[in-house]
């Protein structure tokens, strides 16, 4: 079983920066591919970012350019840079570990609210 914290969250303004962490603990082993998603109240679910067990990123359209995800594999932590924040940003941070393909594990969330 794997554990997942997401921290860093809060309330900032248009233009504005954060730094979200999430700190695994547990099963951790294999090929561990690591993602950020984002739930904004009345919409779905989307797709943020990943990174992979060998360091390569990807990003949705709607953050490139602003967002940055990395890992350090030896904290166990993931980490959301978040730069020219938007009011859509507006969500709740949430972070995924995947785990050979197969197994996957979700935090609880961090609230990133983006005043307009």
């Known amino acids: 079983q794997v554990q997942l914290v997401e921290s860093g969250g809060g309330l900032v303004q248009v233009g504005g920066s954060l730094r979200l962490s999430c700190v695994a603990s547990?099963?951790?082993?294999?090929?561990?591919?690591m993602r950020w998603y984002r739930q904004a109240p009345g919409s779905r679910r989307e797709w943020v970012a990943g990174?992979?067990?060998?360091?390569?990123?990807n990003y949705a359209d709607s953050v490139m350019g602003r967002f940055t995800i990395a890992r350090d594999n030896a904290k166990n932590t993931v980490y959301l840079q978040m730069n020219t924040l938007k009011p859509e940003d507006t969500a709740v941070y949430y972070c995924?570990?995947?785990?050979?393909?197969?197994?996957?594990?979700w935090g609880q969330g961090t609230q990133v609210t983006v005043s307009s």
């Open positions: 995924q570990l995947n785990r050979g393909g197969v197994y996957k594990y």
């Open positions: 990174i992979s067990a060998d360091g390569r990123t």
């Open positions: 547990g099963d951790i082993f294999g090929v561990i591919t």
